[in-house]
């Protein structure tokens, strides 16, 4: 591939990097995360250099796994202005936002789909910005980063591009450049303020409340404790136990699970202030867990799993306990990961995510395009009506509509 590129027009110039390595943290930071510049969290803990290094590092992305490093970086009389997570995928895995209907229907008709390009972060359905712009210069940041990566796009002939899981703005943004927009849906926990999960609660209706109840109930009677771990608190031990936890889960969903173990490692000394760690333990030996990043504002559910089954633990786990957390630390928003219709009666309601695409073939591009249209249609009728069955009492529904 291509592995540079220069916009004359705007006099930004555009490296295609092939590892994180090629460029300092702070470069990097200045467009993924200038908020935390002087201290403190970043709005979005999964673009920062540190997490995108470790997948890097641990060989959860690089040669052999479909996800090759191709990262954006644009800069401006020398400094950069920003960046993205670029990567060619050989197939369409790890993404949640699927387009295997698309790769299937593109080589039926004889087109050669893989490889793509994907500005994403892998294995992460999780939204925040996709085209990482330094303050001030957003417009231009984004235009000259979309232009790029098509532009790398074409001059290697690939069938399309894809940003998945970027935001609102950037969605509308890039219907103005001429992508075309696809939207999908997750569920989201908002915080309305609640001094506590009992207030949380109180916002429920009577039968959701007793519900609720019931079930953590049920899940503290699991015959243990349960912990929750962030920074120094969380010990090698702990990644072991995960470590297991992950790998049962992945081999029953995906078929091989996408992080490494030197992921955990290296999340061990690189990434324990931003994780959230839910331990479940028995006799002093966990039996379950769930994985969190904590963002700036928001509480990100990633990863489930135990070595026995007990009822209702993994709601309290997953669910309650991020409640919790979320309240206790003044978070805005949970976001639970992708699917899960039965997050709906734990006070997780759905809200739109966003994709961008661009297609090469000009017929497939129309295609796609009048299949998302309708499809933004279901998607936007589907959460009207899953909002109306949500669990607040009618006035607290208001709130949340």
């Not at 098509?150 to 935001?167: G, I, K, M």
């Not at 997050?343 to 000009?362: E, F, I, N, Q």
Request: net charge negative; aromatic share 10%; proline share 5%.
């Amino acid at each position: 591939m291509a592995d540079a590129a220069r916009m004359n027009e705007t006099q930004v110039e555009i490296e295609v990097l092939s590892s994180l390595s090629q460029v300092a943290a702070a470069e990097w930071d200045a467009c993924a995360c200038p908020e935390a510049a002087e201290g403190g969290r970043p709005e979005d803990p999964f673009t920062t250099h540190r997490f995108l290094k470790a997948l890097e590092d641990s060989g959860s992305v690089g040669p052999g796994t479909g996800w090759e490093p191709r990262y954006l970086l644009a800069r401006k009389a020398g400094t950069p202005i920003a960046a993205a997570p670029l990567y060619a995928k050989g197939h369409s895995q790890g993404e949640y936002i699927f387009d295997h209907n698309w790769a299937h229907a593109y080589e039926r008709a004889g087109g050669r789909y893989y490889p793509k390009l994907q500005i994403a972060v892998p294995f992460t359905p999780a939204t925040g910005r996709r085209f990482l712009v330094r303050p001030g210069h957003e417009a231009l940041g984004q235009a000259a980063l979309v232009e790029a990566a098509v532009r790398l796009a074409a001059e290697n002939r690939l069938s399309s591009v894809h940003v998945t899981f970027c935001t609102g703005d950037e969605a509308a943004a890039g219907v103005e450049m001429g992508l075309l927009h696809r939207v999908s849906q997750q569920f989201h926990w908002e915080n309305a303020g609640y001094p506590d999960f009992d207030a949380f609660l109180a916002s429920l209706s009577s039968r959701k409340r007793k519900n609720i109840r019931k079930e953590r109930a049920t899940a503290q009677a699991f015959g243990g404790t349960i912990r929750q771990l962030t920074g120094d608190a969380i010990e090698p031990a702990h990644w072991d136990a995960f470590w297991h936890f992950y790998q049962d889960t992945g081999a029953r969903k995906w078929g091989t699970p996408y992080l490494t173990r030197a992921f955990f490692d290296i999340a061990h000394e690189t990434l324990a202030d931003d994780i959230l760690l839910v331990m479940a333990e028995q006799g002093g030996s966990p039996v379950a867990g769930a994985l969190n990043m904590i963002g700036r504002r928001r509480l990100y559910g990633r990863y489930w799993g135990c070595t026995e089954d007990y009822p209702c633990l993994h709601f309290e786990c997953c669910y309650y306990q991020a409640i919790d957390y979320a309240i206790d630390h003044g978070l805005e928003t949970v976001e639970a990961g992708a699917q899960g219709s039965h997050k709906l009666a734990r006070g997780y309601l759905p809200v739109p995510t966003h994709s961008l695409h661009w297609v090469a073939d000009d017929g497939f591009r129309e295609a796609i395009a009048q299949y998302l249209r309708a499809e933004r249609a279901a998607v936007d009728e589907e959460i009207e009506v899953l909002t109306a069955y949500g669990p607040f009492r009618k006035t607290d529904m208001e709130d949340h509509t």
